[in-house]
């Protein structure tokens, strides 16, 4: 992997936000939910997007951010079910049509999976990371409980298996009925709890500058070394952009068994924001066979001006996001 920021239609090099983490079911990744390197190639292809290619500093491959399109390069996001009940089990169901409204039925696989597909509420308080299964015609399908009443973003983040094919993430809106009250964006903080975990997160993004972030995960008061591989990686972050929700896929510095990328306390990230404003970084980490979410806000100042993701420096008590994440 490109170590740094992959982004796909959905991701470029790119910086982002945080928050809480809330459960999920067994089919899918933790929630987020608001509370009153050394290259690689497998990762560099990753996050390539229709009109990547560009150069960040630091040498990082960039993209536009993505997601905010339901077609682009000739593939179109077909939604089957884009209204659900809120907090009800639903099945969402999906295909991606090339461009002649066939179903795509090849994919390369990135991450372990041949698809990644995220839903987000638009004021990006729940979130979630889910792994639909393909049937033979090409329609994906999964299971999921979405908590609010409000409107969402469906991405679906992946890459055709034809020669010479880069990395697409489309997006639609999905609708999710019931009382709706849109909550404020939560503030930003460098630490987030979730499950007895506390992840610190230190770092500045500037806009269209390459930055380092690093993430420390500990639990109990004490360094967590002994991360465990998810998805072929120590950490994954989706970025999501306050407003727009421009979708950004993470991917970290460094990989399990490169001979030089530790299993914790910290996980890397070379990140660049496309744009000053408001976001939120979403992280899955494993651990003891469970992954979680930890989530933060960032605010990316105009100018490219120095700030440690927009928040305090350090956490004072009682500044920490907690959040009850669950593995699946």
């Known amino acids: 992997m490109n170590t740094g920021l992959k982004i796909t239609a959905f991701a470029a090099a790119i910086a982002a936000t945080f928050g809480t983490a809330y459960g999920v079911g067994t089919s899918i990744d933790p929630v987020v939910a608001k509370k009153p390197p050394s290259a690689h190639d497998e990762h560099a292809e990753a996050g390539e997007g229709p009109g990547a290619g560009g150069e960040t500093a630091g040498g990082h491959e960039s993209a536009p951010a993505g997601g905010l399109q339901i077609s682009e390069g000739g593939y179109t996001l077909a939604l089957d079910t884009p209204r659900v009940a809120a907090g009800t089990s639903s099945v969402l169901s999906f295909s991606v049509k090339d461009e002649s409204g066939r179903k795509v039925t090849a994919y390369q696989r990135e991450h372990g999976k041949e698809l990644h597909f995220i839903v987000a509420s638009r004021d990006l308080t729940v979130y979630r990371h889910l792994h639909p299964t393909r049937a033979a015609d090409g329609t994906w399908s999964v299971r999921a409980e979405l908590p609010a009443a409000g409107g969402y973003r469906a991405f679906a983040d992946f890459k055709p298996a034809k020669k010479g094919a880069t ?8 609708a999710v009925s019931g009382k709706a009250e849109p909550a404020a964006l939560p503030p930003a903080r460098a630490t987030a709890e979730v499950d007895g975990y506390r992840v610190t997160l230190d770092g500045a993004l500037a806009p269209g500058k390459a930055n380092e972030l690093k993430l420390t995960v500990a639990k109990d008061g004490k360094p967590v070394t002994n991360l465990q591989p998810y998805l072929g990686a120590y950490g994954h972050l989706v970025a999501l952009r306050a407003g727009d929700l421009a979708y950004l896929h993470v991917h970290p510095n460094g990989e399990p068994d490169d001979g030089v990328t530790e299993p914790g306390p910290e996980v890397s990230f070379t990140a660049t924001a496309p744009s000053s404003g408001a976001y939120r970084l979403f992280l899955d980490f494993q651990h003891e066979g469970e992954v979680r979410t930890a989530a933060f806000t960032v605010d990316v100042p105009a100018g490219g001006a120095d700030a440690n993701t927009g928040a ?11 959040a009850d994440g669950h593995g699946h």
């Open 167 to 174: 990395g697409v993430t489309l997006g639609a809106d999905l």
């Open 312 to 322: 305090k420096p350090s956490a004072e008590p009682g500044e920490t996001e907690e």
